[in-house]
Every structure is written in structure tokens, then in C-alpha cells.
């Protein structure tokens, strides 16, 4: 599966995680403030799924669990 963040028409690749994995990654600066973003799920010969807009401070985290079936991921901000 591959991690994608989207802002506007910029799509930036994240990560890539097999099943099973967890994993962090730092988001770049450019995604905070402003419009927001959405984070992208592109598991390999699936369909994507896409976060809600997110709009993120300085020193916040996102926790995403993506599920088998992705509509029922979970996702957290602190």
C-alpha cells in the first residue's frame, strides 16, 4: 500500500507499508495551513481511498488505521 498526500493537484508519495505494519513519516511543512490536505491509500490492484480534508498545526500528529475494507479506517488528530 502506498501513502499519498493531496493538496490541490500536488500528490506526494509518503510511505509505502505492506499489511500488518505500522510506520511514521514526517509531513513536509507545505501541508500545514492554508486549504488542508487529504491523505490517499493506494493499496496495489484496489481502489484508493481518500481522508477527509485535513487542516494541521505545527506540532500536531495524524494516526491513520487503514482496515481491509478502507471505508472503515479510522482516522485520529493530536
Do not use: K
Request: overall charge positive.
Amino acid at each position: 500500500m502506498r501513502i499519498y498526500a493531496l493538496r490541490g493537484s500536488d500528490r506526494r508519495r509518503l510511505l509505502s507499508l505492506t499489511s500488518m505494519r505500522s510506520d511514521s513519516v514526517a509531513l513536509p511543512g507545505n501541508l500545514l495551513g492554508g486549504s488542508g490536505f487529504r491523505l490517499i491509500a493506494d493499496p496495489v490492484g484496489a481502489d484508493s481511498h481518500r481522508s477527509r480534508i485535513l487542516h494541521l498545526r505545527p506540532g500536531q500528529s495524524v494516526w491513520w488505521r487503514l482496515e481491509n475494507v478502507l471505508s472503515q479506517s479510522t482516522l485520529w488528530i493530536h
